[in-house]
């Protein structure tokens, strides 16, 4: 893969993550962007950045499978692939948020 392609993946990518994660900031946020991970924290006795790896492990585990299929021949389409690794960044990005907002208190 040469520079330029890597870079034009690159690019693509962020572009979907920003735009994931402006679509869904009025989805799942009622003034505090991070609210839904707070809220099910709350319901679970467990801290928002729990909730949200567990979230993400599933995320993980899915594409660990995916990966394991292609060992096998079978290979998910691109759509898959870059729904579960976009959910991944997305929930990457949210912690770091978390992280950031705890550390500044």
């Not at 505090?32 to 319901?43: C, M, P, T, Y």
Request: aromatic fraction near 8%; charged fraction near 30%.
């Amino acid at each position: 893969m040469t520079n330029d392609q890597f870079t034009a993946i690159l690019h693509a990518r962020l572009d979907r993550i920003k735009e994931t994660l402006c679509s869904k900031a009025d989805e799942y946020a009622r003034g505090d962007r991070l609210s839904n991970f707070k809220k099910i924290a709350a319901f679970r006795s467990k801290s928002p950045e729990e909730v949200l790896f567990g979230l993400v492990a599933k995320h993980i585990a899915a594409l660990d499978d995916f990966v394991q299929d292609i060992e096998q021949g079978k290979v998910q389409s691109l759509a898959r692939w870059d729904e579960k690794i976009g959910d991944i960044i997305a929930y990457m990005v949210l912690l770091d948020a978390m992280v950031q907002e705890r550390l500044s208190q």
